[in-house]
Structures are given as structure tokens and as C-alpha cells.
């Protein structure tokens, strides 16, 4: 995850990567939903727990940061 000097506090920092197989995260957009699969959960360090995929230039972030992020949910098979 890039992290920028003074954007996080010491809190938020990622202190453990858990896999997140299976789980994606939707985008939307007026006609059309995108599924992207989440590469890890991020346990930060202030306990919670939040979803991490890549955007199209390969950085790790928090999809929910996203304007057009829906929601994350169990991936289902034949999609």
C-alpha cells in the first residue's frame, strides 16, 4: 500500500495482510458493474479491518476510497 507522509495517523498504518481470496470489489457506474478481485484483507492497527485490491497501474489501496466503489462481496463462481 503507498502511503503518503502525514495522510495516515500511526493507527491506520496496515500491520498484517490477510488473504481475501474469493472476495471482490463492485464498481458502478450508471450502466455497468465491475468486479475486481481484493488482493488482501489489511488488519490495521487500530483493529479494523479493510479491503485492499489494485488499481489499473498495479498500486494497493482501499477500493472504498474509489468515487464509483459499490461494495465488496463473496465472489461467485461463473461470473
Do not use: C, S
Amino acid at each position: 500500500m503507498t502511503e503518503t507522509p502525514g495522510e495516515n495517523t500511526p493507527d491506520q498504518h496496515i500491520v498484517q495482510l490477510i488473504p481475501a481470496d474469493g472476495w471482490v470489489a463492485v464498481y458502478k457506474d450508471e450502466q455497468t458493474e465491475m468486479r475486481a478481485p481484493l488482493v488482501a484483507w489489511g488488519l490495521r492497527r487500530d483493529g479494523q479491518v479493510v479491503p485492499l485490491d489494485t488499481d489499473p497501474q498495479g498500486d494497493v489501496g482501499d477500493p472504498r476510497e474509489t468515487a464509483n466503489f459499490d461494495r465488496v462481496e463473496r465472489a461467485t463462481r461463473g461470473r
